[in-house]
């Protein structure tokens, strides 16, 4: 029996970090600062500085920055944000949670990114703001993207939820825009030991009024400036994520070796590969590759052990969600045509040649019968 490999291996990263971790989340504990507090404070300095931002704030979640990043733009009800259809749904329940409505452009074929060149049809009189996403850690088109936005005068919010210190252009991601939101979910880049996300901007107007609105809308406590969330980061994953961000340049370098290796090993194959544009580092979050006979080829990888997943399988213009928007299929056609087509492969630091190996044969071996 060949040996099995996993989609993800959390346990693997966990393993030589374990006594750090548990040191960091017990002096957390014997602190008592469970609530935002030191730990998460520390953090927030170490996460800008990772970022070249001037500030980062530790919130609950990815989807919680995301929705007070818009909040900060004062887009509301009957507002329009121009965003892709071709993303994890928490990109688009940002601009719902403010009462407006996503307008979807389609994506680049060859990269999965919202595509430049549909936007400036999508804009009309309503639309408030434009939120791209970093996708599979792979960088937006972000000049192209920053010019239409300043044509227009519209502000930009980056969804980075997957892009941990990817560069466009060799400057990091999350300090493009207005703001940016982060997600440090266990399966991202840099996870927590739990939920985590982190608003990311160089505006500290912008800095200061998130720092209330996570907070119950508070600067004195017990005093509400307007009505605000509880979204702050707990102490403990303050704790963790100091520590785990120390690793966070090397994970992607092994990100790196095995979307290299991959590259390598796969080029013979009918798969198509997912390519790097001329100005991205990607982080590589994700490695998906394409093929019309997907399923059958998820079948295949997963009866021999090979784990795999779909990101995503319905885009969001189909989901019974946003039925109400009043999409169809063909809508747009090439986020349809990803959706039908993707599939990922293991990807993460820890994964062995070995392992890579094994995968490759078994989409090899898919591919003689
Ligand atoms: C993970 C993710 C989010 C949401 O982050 P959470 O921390 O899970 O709330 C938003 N957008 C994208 C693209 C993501 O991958």
Redesign the pocket.
Known sequence: MSEKVPYLDLPAQLRPLRKEIDAAIARNIDACSFCLGPDVAQFEKDFATYCGAEHALG????????HVALMLLNVGHGDEVITTPH?????S??ISYVGAKPVYVDIDDATFNLDPKFIEKAITPRTKAIMP???YGHPFDVDAILAIAKKHNLPLVE????AHGAKYKGKTVGAFGDAA?????P??NLGAAG???ALVTNNAAHAKRARSLREHGSTVRYYHDEIGFNYRMEGIQGAVLGVKLKHLNTWTRERQRVAHRYAELLADTPLQLPTQAAWAESVW?LYVVRHPKRDALKKHLEDNGVGCALHYPLPLHLQKCYAFLGHKEGSFPISEKAARECLSLPIYPELTDKQIQRVVEVVKDFFKK
């Open positions: 919130f609950n979640s990815g989807t919680s920055a995301l993303t994890f749904v928490a990109t329940w940002a996403v970093h996708l969804d980075a939820c997957q939101g982060f997600s440090f979910y399966g991202k939920e985590g996300g979050h």
